[in-house]
């Protein structure tokens, strides 16, 4: 079977009634319902459950069956608005869905394992032209073994013995014969030309745990998620569209900054600039 349909968005924004036609085989066939009580739950025709409709948060689902090879069209018209649902009502309803979305991702970045780190010594790879290997301490009994493909864009001198941001609950990566334990966090421009590592707040120290927003919100962090629940979830992947630095070079989500206990991360000098 093959379906093809219109939606009408403006069902969603007050209208009245909702109105289903199909056809099969060339049988034309209408099944409708108010907004109030939604649509009926089900259309059958000769027998056989065309449709069926179900309601979910104010988004209509569409279910369809058959035992034969038939093309089933439908499409969704709206009529008559009802006055006791308003515009303005509708609006909240969309915006709370956006900060409801925001919050969960900002949930989902805290429980990143981010942290201060130090870079005790880096090296050139030597295997891989691209990559540095790195030392860093990050408040462990041992430093961790980090490579990064900043060879490009950072003077190997300029990473000696400085403080770094660094993800370190990421899966471990074996990189040309060097399994590197975390990434290091940093902004790079549209074209991805200008690339700085991200620098956490004067007196902050190795191992300290940064977060996104309010100094206030570090008493309340959730735990830190596992490395693989960070890869079967895929954590990064939902957060790290959502970071960059602002006009003032802060790291952010969204409007949340990225801070540590002592100030807020920052990038040395690029802004609006995305973050990985």
């Known amino acids: ?11 969603l924004k007050g209208s009245g009634t909702l109105l289903l036609s199909c056809c099969t085989n060339s049988i034309p066939a209408i099944a409708s319902g108010s907004r109030r ?12 459950t065309l449709f069926s409709t179900s309601i979910n948060g104010g988004k209509i689902g569409l279910h369809w069956s058959s035992n034969q090879s038939n093309k089933l069209y439908f499409n969704i018209y709206c009529t008559a608005p009802i006055s006791n649902v308003s515009v303005q009502e509708q609006d909240e309803l969309v915006e709370e869905d956006e900060e409801t979305k925001l919050r969960k991702i900002k949930d989902a970045a805290n429980s990143l394992d981010i942290r201060v780190g130090r870079i005790l010594k880096a090296w050139r790879h030597e295997e891989a032209d ?31 013995e400085r ?14 014969g060097v399994k590197s ?23 902050s120290v190795p191992g300290e745990r940064i977060w996104f927003g309010s100094a206030d919100e570090k008493e309340n962090l959730p735990d830190v998620a596992s490395p693989n629940q960070v890869a079967k979830k895929k954590i990064w992947e939902l957060v790290q569209p ?22 807020v991360v920052v990038s040395p000098s690029l802004k609006d600039a995305n973050i990985s």
């Open 130 to 160: 691209s990559l540095y290997v790195e030392e860093v301490d990050v408040g462990e009994a041992e430093p961790r073994i980090i490579c990064s493909g900043l060879v490009k864009y950072v003077p190997l001198q300029y990473l000696q």
């Open 181 to 203: 334990n975390g990434m290091l966090m940093a902004a790079s421009d549209a074209s991805h030309e200008n690339v700085e590592l991200l620098e956490p707040p004067e007196g």
């Open 163 to 176: 403080n770094v941001i660094v993800l370190a609950n990421l899966k471990p990566r074996n990189m040309r």
């Open 37 to 48: 009580n939604y649509c009926s739950p089900s259309f059958s025709l000769n027998n056989n």
């Open 1 to 11: 079977m093959t379906v093809m349909g219109i939606g009408a968005a403006n069902w």
């Open 242 to 263: 959502h970071l960059k630095t602002d006009g003032a070079c802060v790291a952010a989500l969204a409007t949340h900054c990225m801070r540590a206990s002592t100030g």
